[in-house]
C-alpha cells in the first residue's frame, strides 16, 4: 500500500493501516530526523506539533475555521488537554494520527486524537476546546451546522449538563 503522506485517509485505509476505529479525520506522514532526541526516539514535544496539525486539519474540515488567520474566524483554544504515550516512536517509521468530537456543549466540545504506528496505538490526546469571539472577549457559540457535523459525521453528542 503506497500510504499519502498530508492528505486525508480513508475510513478504508485507517483500517488497512490497523485502525480499528476511523476517525473523520487522520493524517498520514514519517518520523523525521529532526524529530528526534539524544534518546534516538520522538521527543514528547513532538508529539504535541503531530496532535495540533490534525486538530487544524479537523476544525478547517467541520467548518470552524477557513484559514485560522481571518479576523472574523473565532478564536479556537484548548481549555484542558491530556495526553498519554503508549509506546515511543523511531526514525522512519509511517504514522497515522486521527481526530473526532466526542462531544459538545454550547461554545466548547472535546476531541479524541490517536496516533498509531503499524497497527499498534502509540499515543493518545485528550482535549477539550472552547471557541471564543475575534476578540477573545467572549464565549462564541458552535454554529448548528458544525453542531449537526458533530452529531452525522463524528457521532458525538451534546453534553449533559
Not at 495526553?83 to 509511517?94: A, G, L, T
Request: net charge neutral; aromatic share 8%; glycine share 4%.
Amino acid at each position: 500500500m503506497t500510504l499519502l503522506y498530508h492528505t486525508p485517509l480513508s475510513h478504508q485505509t485507517q483500517r488497512d493501516l490497523g485502525i480499528p476505529h476511523p476517525a473523520p479525520m487522520a493524517l498520514a506522514d514519517r518520523v523525521r530526523f529532526s524529530e528526534l532526541d539524544v534518546l534516538k526516539h520522538v521527543n514528547n514535544a513532538v508529539y504535541m506539533h503531530w496532535f495540533e496539525q490534525v486538530r487544524v486539519r479537523y476544525v478547517q474540515s467541520h467548518g470552524l475555521a477557513q484559514s485560522l488567520m481571518s479576523p472574523d474566524d473565532p478564536r479556537i483554544v484548548i481549555r484542558s488537554a491530556n495526553i498519554h504515550y503508549k509506546s515511543e516512536m523511531r526514525m522512519n517509521e509511517d504514522y497515522v494520527v486521527t481526530c473526532h468530537c466526542t462531544a459538545f456543549r454550547n461554545t466548547s466540545f472535546s476531541l479524541a486524537q490517536t496516533l498509531w504506528s503499524g497497527g499498534t496505538l502509540r499515543a493518545t490526546f485528550d482535549c477539550v476546546m472552547v471557541l471564543l469571539t475575534p476578540d477573545g472577549q467572549a464565549r462564541y457559540p458552535i454554529p448548528k451546522a458544525v453542531r449537526d457535523t458533530f452529531i452525522t459525521v463524528d457521532g458525538a453528542q451534546p453534553a449533559a449538563g
